[in-house]
């Protein structure tokens, strides 16, 4: 089953404006990772935060995580048209194994 | 520096035939990782290598599945007697070790006839 689940499943927003993504997850985790997917490319690594960071910042990214609701949130600001992409947040699950665990995904468009 | 590479980027076979997927890690990752993309789904988790344990099998579908990393470096995936649902793109990731960052190659698109 899904251990990584992002909402919403899409995402359209005006260019500037800023695009908020949510993920829940299920078990306990050692760290929760988002990636971003161009249409027809591989996965491109975003940002790691780990279980005992609450806030984490790359560029126009800032991700949260609340291990107590065991949810995390990607925040683009200021989005530009490059930035559309699908974007998935993904789990290792501590003390369980070393595999990570991926959502479906937000599909994110930036419309001009 | 390189980052992961696979082989071939696009494969198209005829149901039952095998296939074989190369991966080459980034040097001096331990850890490598397959998963498969099926259209309009997540990622999912196939099999996991560490140094040299043996791989979490885990996720494999079938037995038609099967991967083997050879002298710790490059992995090759393996599908016998393929079927029109084994169609995806299958990723290779690999980071320096437990949770650590995993790097994604650009995939290989499968497309079973």
């Known amino acids: 089953s899904q251990q990584g689940e992002e909402d919403p499943q899409a995402l359209s927003i005006q260019e500037g404006e800023n695009a908020t993504m949510n993920c829940s997850y299920k078990t306990s985790i050692n760290n929760l990772q988002w990636y971003r997917q161009n249409s027809g490319r591989g996965l491109v690594h975003l940002i790691l935060i780990r279980s005992n960071e609450r806030e984490k910042h790359s560029g126009r990214l800032r991700v949260t995580l609340d291990t107590s609701k065991k949810s995390s949130s990607l925040l683009i600001t200021a989005s530009r048209a490059a930035d559309t992409a699908s974007y998935f947040c993904?789990?290792?699950?501590?003390?369980?194994?070393?595999?990570?665990?991926f959502g479906k995904g937000t599909r994110l468009h930036i419309l001009p | 520096g390189a980052g992961v590479s696979q082989s071939p980027s696009n494969k198209v076979t005829e149901k039952g035939k095998d296939v074989e997927l190369r991966c080459d890690p980034i040097?001096?990752?331990?850890?490598l990782y397959w998963y498969r993309q099926s259209l309009g789904q997540g990622l999912e988790f196939l099999i996991y290598f560490q140094g040299n344990s043996a791989p979490d099998k885990s996720g494999l579908p079938s037995d038609r599945f099967s991967a083997e990393r050879t002298g710790g470096s490059v992995s090759t995936l393996t599908i016998q007697r393929t079927q029109q649902e084994d169609s995806a793109v299958y990723l290779c990731?690999?980071?320096?070790?437990?949770?650590?960052?995993?790097?994604f190659g650009p995939g290989t698109r499968l497309l079973v006839l």
């Open positions: 993904a789990t290792d699950r501590s003390g369980r194994d070393d595999k990570i665990i």
């Open positions: 990731a690999s980071s320096r070790g437990r949770e650590e960052t995993q790097y």
């Open positions: 040097s001096g990752h331990t850890a």
